[in-house]
């Protein structure tokens, strides 16, 4: 709003309908809130013990401090998402461009800068505890060659039973680089606006990763209401 506030000279006649209001965020923490706790989806990954919760809660902690400009807490969440699920590491780019337009850039190089610590840590007591580096292949390289092609709600299983096995590592670089690739474009095309592209990563993540769960797409959807004025404008109304 404070950036709207700044920019109204520049908007053209006639737009006064759809720019946010203060009443109009007065509600939303409630709003999302009550859409993630109530969504059927939570409810079904709650009672089924689901690691996918913790991801979800490390995301939004990290995109909370980053809005509120702890780059500490953010890089900490932040790592711990991407450390047990690797697709979250998109989200440094929309984190970095929200610190670096609120905070300037000192707060950009140290969120950055805590993110390599945190993350350093973490791969060094998982190898101190283990005693070895068998967990890099056991999480990441699980993730990355998909070997278990049991059938989940993801594209990847199906893809690659029907697959011959020659063109099997040619098309999984395709997969993976296709899950990564949205994340140049659409920061070029959303960098002023870095709320609104770490909600398009998140849903991107959670439709293109190699192991999606039902709780992916809850937080993206409890998030949605923060769009809620601009809903008349939807191609369906």
């Known amino acids: ?61 990290s995109l909370w401090a980053g809005l509120t400009g702890n780059s500490i807490l953010s890089a900490l969440c932040l790592s711990l998402a991407t450390y047990h699920s690797l697709y979250p590491v998109m989200l440094v780019v929309p984190i970095s461009l929200l610190l670096y337009q609120d905070r300037g850039t000192s707060r950009l190089v140290g969120y950055l800068t805590w993110y390599i610590i945190w993350s350093f840590l973490l791969f060094t007591s998982s190898y101190i505890i283990t005693g070895s580096c068998d967990f890099l292949s056991a999480v990441y390289g699980f993730i990355l060659w998909v070997p278990d092609q049991t059938p989940n709600i993801g594209l990847f299983w199906y893809f690659f039973t029907e697959m ?39 849903s991107i993540m959670a439709l293109f990763k190699s192991y999606p769960a039902i709780s992916d797409i809850t937080l993206p959807l409890a998030l949605l209401c923060m769009w809620s004025h601009l809903f008349r404008y939807s191609a369906g109304k």
């Open 1 to 61: 709003m404070d950036r709207q506030y700044k920019e109204r000279r520049t908007f053209g006649k006639g737009v006064e309908a759809i720019l946010i209001k203060a009443e109009d965020s007065s509600y939303l923490p409630a709003y999302a809130a009550l859409l993630y706790l109530l969504n059927l989806y939570s409810i079904i990954s709650c009672a089924g013990h689901s690691t996918a919760v913790v991801d979800n809660f490390c995301v939004a902690c």
């Open 164 to 202: 011959f096995q020659h063109f099997r590592i040619f098309f999984l670089c395709i997969f993976q680089v296709h899950a990564f690739l949205y994340t140049v474009p659409m920061s070029l095309r959303y960098s002023n606006q870095p709320v609104l592209l770490a909600y398009i990563l998140m």
